[in-house]
């Protein structure tokens, strides 16, 4: 079974370029979740989907950031326009229910110049 | 809100030694549910355990095992034997239920060094 993947892994862009990360679930989970690593703040929660609705957006950062799921096996997350203190790794997870073990892709290396 | 504290930011150890990490958690809510993450130098997050706010018992798993207690509120980390693969940043984290909060509270990590 191919885990969550995540694309691209590495992502290099300069400032005020838009910028697409990529994320597909494990097959049959109804719940994707998208994190954010930086030293700074540690790891958080920007906003969870379940069946394919936002439930939670209370975590993304300003309106340069936005999500989508626009089918049960897609995600994305754009911010547009990046900042270098955007820079940081991105995390997709899914899960099957509610509160149970969350799958970590790999994770999205991005550096904004 | 929910927090969790992990206050060792960092521990090295000599390998075969016992090492615990500790994770302190705070929650209004009754029904809640405690992992434990480790993220290898590889960036990977792998998963370790999920413990239910009902279930206090004990977890031991190889040279894993896992202390949680409510009246402290802590859900503690022990690693018996310790080896140099063990090395990575442990997370402890929470999730509440209902709510629309179903996303984890991660702590900010406890840095594990094996030394050979």
């Known amino acids: 079974d191919a885990g969550v993947i995540q694309s691209p892994r590495h992502e290099v862009t300069e400032m005020g370029q838009e910028v697409t990360l990529r994320c597909k679930p494990i097959s049959g989970h109804d719940y994707l979740f998208w994190y954010r690593q930086t030293m700074m703040r540690g790891l958080e929660l920007l906003i969870y989907?379940?069946?394919?609705?936002?439930?939670?957006d209370s975590g993304m950062p300003e309106d340069r950031f936005s999500a989508k799921m626009p089918n049960a096996s897609f995600s994305t997350l754009k911010i547009q326009p990046s900042e270098p203190r955007d820079s940081a790794v991105y995390f997709c997870?899914?899960?099957?229910?509610?509160?149970?073990?969350?799958?970590f892709g790999p994770g999205t290396r991005l550096t904004v110049l | 809100a929910q927090k969790v504290t992990q206050a060792q930011t960092e521990i090295s150890v000599v390998e075969k030694e016992d090492v615990t990490l500790d994770c302190v958690y705070e929650?209004?809510?009754?029904?809640?549910?405690l992992f434990w993450y480790k993220q290898p130098p590889s960036g990977e997050l792998v998963f370790l355990i999920r413990r239910n706010s009902f279930d206090e018992q004990n977890e031991i798993s190889g040279r894993y095992s896992w202390n949680f207690q409510k009246s402290t509120s802590s859900f503690n980390f022990t690693i018996t034997a310790s080896q140099v693969v063990d090395s990575a940043v442990y997370f402890c984290a929470l999730s509440v239920e209902g709510g629309g909060a179903d996303g984890l509270t991660f702590g900010k990590g406890t840095h594990l060094i094996i030394q050979p």
């Open positions: 989907f379940n069946n394919n609705v936002p439930i939670d």
């Open positions: 929650t209004r809510d009754t029904t809640y549910y």
């Open positions: 997870a899914s899960s099957p229910s509610a509160l149970t073990e969350q799958f």
